[in-house]
């Protein structure tokens, strides 16, 4: 899967946001190691709280649909370019990292994406 193609699908699921409360829609979009592709969106809630990001939607949904291990997440804001993933999800993404690791793509200045890695982002990460 190209990353371009996988940020399309982040920046298609970002429509169904449900983001009333922060006017911040986001879209994700995970590669499994199987090769399939899950999508997430930020969904908030009146409790703030309860609100999840797209990233770790996207993850739960690789996840829930049999993939043990994740390979890229692309990360898509309607409101910002180079938007890079908070801090929980950045360990959610720990938890499942793959052998290879993780890329991260994100929208960069011009338009394009640019591609980080899991480890450049969260060093030292807790696991057990
Ligand atoms: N958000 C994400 O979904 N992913 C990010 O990488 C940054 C933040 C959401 C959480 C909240 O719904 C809104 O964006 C503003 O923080």
Redesign the pocket.
Known sequence: MDFNDLMEKAKEVSKN?Y?P??N???G?CVLGESGRTYVG????NASYGG???????AIFNAITNGEKKIKAVA?Y?QKMKR????GF?RQVMSEFRSKDGVDIIIEAEDGGIEVHTLDELIPMSFSL
């Open positions: 946001s983001s409360y922060s911040f829609p986001v994700a969106t930020n969904v908030e609100t999840i990001c797209a990233e770790r939607n990360i804001s938007c890079a993933p908070c999800c």
